[in-house]
């Protein structure tokens, strides 16, 4: 299958009731779908549409969706002339404020940009119905760059998942040869500790102490971490052939195998053992941040 990220962004420029509109979409991880939408006064009505079609092309993420007006989208200031008359009136104002005894605000550059002093803005006509359908399909074009986006983005992030794959199934063929060595090591440390058990207890029951040492060699046994590493390897392999979206699949698996490499590195009881664990950490760790981002 071809994988899709979750991070992603992309801008769309609509033509529409005499202007140009900018719709602006970005991505980020999230463990579930979340959609945040912001839209100019006037074009509330655009939400329910335009959610249906964001989560009809996600899944799984964290997407917002700007759409800037023609006069957010072309910032323009007053030409010198029209700040020049706009200053005088201000200082006519103040002026006559000020004789008649009136604490009047300080004027701001913000209020000066945004036309405040003329009283609040009428509110936004909704746009007709044909510029509605052109918003919209702008932002149909937006969803079609930033999946394409997110599926460049997901390709690497499959190379990247299938090189740490390949790291964490060499380090565990590793540790099984490790392991052989390693039960050498345990066994002759278990034969003196036994001979100082019985120098010390010669009245000690046999049958007791064998079942001792053997409930000892069962809690240092890491043959089944090792074959739970590799299951989990291989399934994490199978459901990068699958069709279906991944993600929460991948997240699980990869949060197994660190599981499985916390309790092999807990009953290592041996260096070059405990050394590989860390290694495995390591890139397990890696495959972790790749998945992640995946949709």
């Given amino acids: 299958m071809s994988l899709a990220a979750m991070t992603a962004h992309a801008t769309q420029e609509?033509?529409?009731?005499?202007?140009?509109?900018?719709?602006?979409?970005?991505?980020?991880?999230?463990?579930?779908?979340?959609?945040?939408?912001?839209?100019?006064?006037?074009?509330?009505?655009?939400?329910?549409?335009?959610?249906?079609?964001?989560?009809?092309?996600?899944?799984?993420?964290?997407?917002?969706?700007?759409?800037?007006?023609?006069?957010?989208?072309?910032?323009?200031?007053?030409?010198?002339?029209?700040?020049?008359?706009?200053?005088?009136?201000?200082?006519?104002?103040?002026?006559?404020?000020?004789?008649?005894?009136?604490?009047?605000?300080?004027?701001?550059?913000?209020?000066?940009?945004?036309?405040?002093?003329?009283?609040?803005?009428?509110?936004?006509?909704?746009?007709?119905?044909?510029?509605?359908?052109?918003?919209?399909?702008?932002l149909r074009a937006a969803l079609a760059v930033f999946g394409g986006q997110r599926r460049a983005e997901g390709r690497g992030l499959e190379r990247k998942i299938c090189i740490q794959l390949d790291q964490v199934e060499t380090l565990a063929r590793e540790a099984r040869a490790l392991d052989r060595r390693r039960g050498l090591y345990l066994a002759d440390q278990f034969a003196v500790a036994v001979r100082r058990v019985l120098s010390q207890a010669p009245g000690l029951d046999p049958g007791r102490l064998e079942q001792e040492l053997a409930a000892l060699a069962a809690r240092a046994d890491v043959a089944g971490e090792l074959d739970r590493l590799e299951a989990h390897a291989a399934a994490i392999r199978a459901i990068l052939q699958d069709p279906q979206p991944a993600g929460a699949r991948l997240a699980l698996l990869a949060e197994e195998l660190a599981r499985e490499t916390g309790r092999l590195r807990e009953k290592a009881h041996f260096l070059e053992l405990t050394r590989l664990g860390l290694d495995l950490q390591t890139a397990i760790d890696q495959l972790r941040g790749h998945i992640d981002n995946v949709e």
Avoid: Y
């Avoid at 008359?85 to 605000?105: D, N, R, T, Y």
């Fill in 14 to 138: 609509v033509a529409a009731a005499g202007g140009t509109w900018l719709w602006m979409l970005r991505g980020g991880c999230r463990d579930r779908l979340a959609v945040e939408i912001a839209l100019p006064p006037g074009c509330e009505g655009l939400d329910p549409p335009a959610r249906d079609m964001i989560r009809a092309a996600m899944r799984r993420g964290q997407v917002e969706a700007v759409l800037h007006p023609p006069a957010a989208a072309r910032a323009v200031l007053p030409g010198p002339q029209e700040l020049a008359q706009l200053f005088a009136a201000i200082a006519a104002l103040e002026m006559a404020a000020m004789k008649s005894g009136v604490q009047l605000a300080r004027t701001g550059v913000a209020d000066i940009l945004n036309g405040s002093l003329g009283g609040p803005a009428p509110r936004p006509r909704p746009p007709a119905e044909a510029d509605r359908q052109k918003l919209l399909g702008g």
